[in-house]
T-cell receptor, first 117, second 114 residues
Framework: NAGVMQNPRHLVRRRGQEARLRCSPMKGHSHVYWYRQLPEEGLKFMVYLQKENIIDESGMPKERFSAEFPKEGPSILRIQQVVRGDSAAYFC???????????????FGPGTRLTVL | KNQVEQSPQSLIILEGKNCTLQCNYTVSPFSNLRWYKQDTGRGPVSLTIMTFSENTKSNGRYTATLDADTKQSSLHITASQLSDSASYICVVSRASGGSYIPTFGRGTSLIVHP
């Protein structure tokens, strides 16, 4: 059973370009979480999605950021018109249980390191 | 404000020694507390998870404790190995609108020397 997969592992963009980060959850997992980790900082929750639904996006910046988890295919985190402050590691996690479950364990991918020049 | 504070920020120990990492939190309403291990350049891996009613949880050489009254947790590592060198992250989840939202500490960077 392959783990959570993220691609690309490294992404370089110039200011103003768009960044698209992909996350394929573990087989059988229908819950996906996105986190951002700035240098020397802890992970920050961004968004929680189930198939075709955004459940909680309280950690997502209101502008330029969007996320989706379509019925088929990976979850996508999209950052439009990137700025230097968007440079960070973006981690995706998936879980087999609902976020309503106290015992829910999330399995993390290796992350995508975004560098904005 | 929901916060998770960890100490020490970094720790260096010799192989075979024990160590204890601390976590204080102000997250409310409390749902559960997890400890994760994050190797450099990789995603975090769950070590333990504790809910409100649990005081201690073990996973091999890792033992986590929780005091919900003082809002403190510790992670004790016994007989450390070189492979224990990593960042250890305390994560406290709160109930929010039907789901559980995690707040991450900044982690304690542990280095185990031979």
């Amino acid at each position: 059973n392959a783990g959570v997969m993220q691609n690309p592992r490294h992404l370089v963009r110039r200011r103003g370009q768009e960044a698209r980060l992909r996350c394929s959850p573990m087989k059988g997992h229908s819950h996906v979480y996105w986190y951002r980790q700035l240098p020397e900082e802890g992970l920050k929750f961004m968004v929680y999605l189930q198939k075709e639904n955004i459940i909680d996006e309280s950690g997502m910046p209101k502008e330029r950021f969007s996320a989706e988890f379509p019925k088929e295919g990976p979850s996508i985190l999209r950052i439009q018109q990137v700025v230097r402050g968007d440079s960070a590691a973006y981690f995706c996690a998936s879980s087999p249980l609902s976020g309503l479950d106290r015992e829910d364990t999330q399995y993390f991918g290796p992350g995508t390191r975004l560098t904005v020049l | 404000k929901n916060q998770v504070e960890q100490s020490p920020q970094s720790l260096i120990i010799l192989e075979g020694k024990n160590c204890t990492l601390q976590c204080n939190y102000t997250v409310s309403p409390f749902s559960n507390l997890r400890w994760y291990k994050q190797d450099t350049g990789r995603g975090p891996v769950s070590l333990t998870i504790m809910t409100f009613s649990e005081n201690t949880k073990s996973n091999g050489r890792y033992t986590a404790t929780l005091d919900a009254d003082t809002k403190q947790s510790s992670l004790h590592i016994t007989a450390s190995q070189l492979s224990d060198s990593a960042s250890y992250i305390c994560v406290v989840s709160r109930a929010s609108g039907g789901s559980y939202i995690p707040t991450f500490g900044r982690g304690t960077s542990l280095i185990v020397h031979p």
